[in-house]
């Protein structure tokens, strides 16, 4: 194909290629195959499938890749150092040596092209691929740029970061599903973001996602303890929820979220929930390198309630309070003017939140409100518009219906 065209597949073409040696690409090109259900791409041992050069913009679609061991190597099944585009892809079942086992992402400081390290991913499945010592199971992005539309990352696995390693570069999500995947050495089960690196997660769901040995079941923001004491030569980076659900993950120390409270961290109407520690901080841990400096972890509008940990089961640490947000256990909070913001709702530690505790929906599923929750019709309508968001997770209309108040959390309902 000369630079600036395309790659079609036959339509009717079905089964497996088989590479024997990895595809450069060089140029801007467009690769489109007959569905990621109908043909897949496995490369052999000792090489990637697919390398994006620096200079080179490339959209592929329609195809999978899957079932590639390759244990003498790493870096990805795909790696990309251009702008890379994948829509309709799924990367399942891959393996490598060492750093991410389907989708390696470098930019900033990696090359010297400013251009490079741009990956875009629409209606994607990144599944069961596992980095065997090292980070990023699903996707790893070093210092680059990711935004992840529409997809779901799910039972990926490897040492840091089971889903999505972030270091130095920007990783944004939109309407996608974090779930299953597994850190091993206990730093980021679902997402774990390190090194200045930007995390935005709207419209999303990190769920059932394990670092049982560590910090941050669903998400860690730069955040490690060796023998209780903490790492300073690894941070985190400044982190934004809005509209997002954080349930059933599981970590030592925050099991929904581990937040480094060195770095801004704003969760704005997000519902936390049903995630488990077995130390503190069930819900949310906010740690701190340096206990001299503010915290600079603020919530609002946010439902954290039915999160389990021997101490501290809901919130462990110092936070801001932006108001109308409802902590069922604030035992282990610490608020910064050092009370609960006054338009916060108080409800009994043992009370019935009245909430689903299954997820629902299609893609990013959330936790329904039950009548007679204590979430419900919460916040007034001067609150109810936060940073031009007008609808909750699913998009439904916030307040719904006639109402003049709306709901806490990521669930609008209609009670």
């Known amino acids: ?28 090109l467009s690769i489109r195959g007959p569905g990621a259900g109908n043909v897949s791409i496995m490369g052999e041992s000792e090489f990637n499938v697919v390398l994006v050069e620096p200079w080179a913009s490339v959209t592929i679609s ?16 795909l790696m990309n150092e251009g702008t890379l585009t994948l ?25 010297v092209y400013s251009r490079g390290g741009t990956l875009k991913l629409v209606n994607c499945n990144i599944s069961a691929n596992e980095s065997e010592t090292d980070s990023g199971g699903g996707i790893a992005n070093w210092g680059g740029s990711v935004t992840i539309l529409n997809s779901r990352i799910s039972h990926n696995f490897s040492n840091v970061g089971g889903g999505i390693f972030n270091s130095g570069g920007t990783l944004t999500l939109s309407n996608s599903t974090v779930s299953d995947n597994a850190a091993d050495y206990g730093y980021g089960g679902g997402i774990y973001n ?25 998400i860690n923001n730069g955040y490690i303890e060796v023998q209780n004491v903490p790492v300073t030569g690894t941070q985190g980076g400044p982190i934004t929820l809005i509209d997002s659900t954080i349930s059933g993950n599981t970590a030592l120390d925050g099991g929904g979220i581990l937040a480094n409270a060195d770095w801004p961290a704003h969760i704005i109407f997000s519902t936390i929930y049903g995630n488990t520690a077995t130390r503190e901080g069930g819900g949310l841990a906010i740690k701190t390198y340096d206990s001299r400096k503010p915290s600079q972890v603020e919530i609002r509008n946010t439902l ?30 610490i608020f910064i003017p050092n009370k609960q913001h006054f338009t916060d709702v108080s409800v009994n530690a043992q009370a019935d939140m009245r909430i689903d505790p299954a997820l629902s929906g299609s893609l990013t599923q959330v936790l329904a409100l039950l009548p007679g929750s204590p979430a419900i019709d919460q916040i007034p309508l001067d609150a109810c518009l936060v940073n031009g968001t007008s609808t909750d997770q699913r998009g439904v209309k916030r307040p719904d219906g006639y109402e003049h108040t709306c709901d806490i959390g990521a669930y609008e309902s209609s009670y």
Do not use: C
């Not at 194909?1 to 036959?10: E, I, N, Q």
């Not at 390190?194 to 669903?218: E, H, K, P, R």
């Open 304 to 333: 954290v309630a039915g999160n389990h940990a021997p101490t501290s089961s809901d919130v462990k640490g110092t936070l801001i309070s932006d108001g109308y947000n409802l902590i069922q256990d604030v035992s282990g909070a």
């Open 62 to 77: 329609d195809l999978a890749f899957t079932g590639t061991d390759q244990t003498k190597g790493g870096y990805g099944i």
């Open 87 to 111: 829509t309709n892809i799924t990367v399942s079942g891959n393996k490598t040596f060492s750093d991410s086992g389907g989708i390696s992402n470098f930019g900033g400081l990696n090359h």
């Open 1 to 28: 194909a000369k630079p600036g065209g395309s790659v079609a597949f036959a339509a009717n073409l079905r089964g497996e290629i088989r590479l024997m040696s990895n595809i450069t690409i060089g140029k801007d």
């Open 194 to 218: 390190t090194d200045g690196g930007t995390l935005m997660l709207s419209n999303s769901t990190v769920s059932d996602n394990s670092a049982v040995y560590g910090w941050g079941g669903g």
